[in-house]
C-alpha cells in the first residue's frame, strides 16, 4: 500500500501521500493516538494540519509552495527598497 513513497521525499508531500493512501484503504488513521505517541507536540500538530488538508482535498504542498512564493516576492521587494 505505500511502497513507492520515497523516504527521501519532502516530510510534508510524504505525510499527505500517507493519508491519502491509508484512507483510500480503509485503514483508519487516528491522529488524537498517533499525536499521544509522538513526543513533539510540533510534529504532532504538523499532522493533524496534513490529515486535514487531505481530507478536504487540498494539496498541501502546492499550498505552501505557493505561499512561500509570495513570501519570496514579499522579501525581495522589502530588500529592494530604498531605506
Known amino acids: 500500500m505505500i511502497d513507492g513513497i520515497p523516504r527521501a521525499q519532502g516530510a510534508l508531500a510524504r505525510a499527505q501521500q500517507l493519508l491519502s ?3 483510500r484503504a480503509g485503514v483508519p488513521v487516528d491522529l488524537d493516538a498517533l499525536a499521544a505517541g509522538v513526543a513533539d ?4 500538530r504538523l499532522l493533524a494540519l496534513v490529515a486535514e488538508t487531505e ?17 519570496e ?10 531605506s
Open 41 to 44: 507536540p510540533w510534529a504532532a
Open 21 to 23: 493512501r491509508a484512507r
Open 55 to 71: 481530507v478536504d482535498g487540498v494539496d498541501a504542498e502546492g499550498v505552501l509552495r505557493a505561499s512561500l512564493e509570495r513570501l
Open 73 to 82: 516576492e514579499h522579501i525581495r521587494r522589502a530588500e529592494d527598497a530604498p
